[in-house]
């Protein structure tokens, strides 16, 4: 039988690029995908470990979850939705809101992915040549969305948006979704500013800082008119057992986890000094750090880390830009050794 797919896809599906994750090879280092590779707490792991026996039921703690993130983030529990990762969050986000959706570029590719598998219109502004918030120029481009999707510390490149930006940008009363996956690493949060805005989403996740990116569990914070918004599109059950379990744990073991960021933290300046010495890189607030490794091309310099049992990121060309970028985790102290032993040779 003769079958020809594309009859039966919808055509704004043809346009999209799929989401390519950074390589994971066993017995390799891997400083792709911007994890937490110290690992989550032993509280985490005891918790997996019991919350197996209960895998036969369908999830119950998601109240007990939300509740301890209220606390966490310093909210009330009606302020707090949880996702499969922040990642379905924002396809929540891109459900219930009407588009146009308007990003910045560099930035994580999933927002346009998203947006276009639902059929809506993904516009974008570049940065700055440094990679520096474009203020006027986005907040003349907004008036043509409805939806603002904003990444501080900014994916890939580290960058952060100053408080009085993002103001600016809420003042345009544009639903306006702010993506904190790496707050932890930077230490400040627009959450605060959500009982002056009721326009602002932010989206947090357990993936990075805490360690539990196999297990996908994020969190969005908002005022409670938009968050019983998006329960009206969530699915029911969408985070599994074992992740509420392990996020609840993780919750309960803060101190570990900061003492892990605070490591990260040290290393990724060192790791910034010692990158610099041999390529143009960026400040970074978050756990990873961009670079122009040019005239070396990305995917050359990707191979020759590789031939060293070392992974990372190749992004290339970014359109608008010139360069050639590679993003590079900041991984333990003593991975981090290894990568700049590997580099004297490149």
Known sequence: MKFDISKFIKPWAMEIEPYIPGKTMKGYIKLASNENNYGPSQRVIEALQKGIEEVNIYPYRDEELRGKVADYCKVDRENVILGNGSDELMDLIFKIFKGPILGVNPSFSGYKIFTLALGEKYLEINLKEDFGFPLDEFI???????????????NP??????????????????ITVVDEAYYEFYGKSFVPLISEYPNLIVLRTFAKAFALAGLRIGYAISNS???????KVKPPFNVNSLALVSAIAALDSKDYMKTTVERIKIDREILFRELSKKFKAFRSEA????????????????ENLLKKGIIVRAFGKFSGFIGEYVRISVGTSEENRKLIEALEDI
């Open 157 to 174: 490149t580290g960058g952060v948006i100053s408080e009085e930006d993002i103001k600016a940008v809420l003042d345009q009363g544009k």
């Open 287 to 302: 756990n990873f750090i961009l670079m122009d490794v040019s005239p070396i091309k990305a995917t050359e310099f990707f």
């Open 225 to 231: 008119g938009i968050i019983n918004a998006l329960y």
């Open 140 to 154: 003349e481009k907004s008036k043509e969305a409805n939806i603002l999707i904003l990444c501080s510390p900014n």
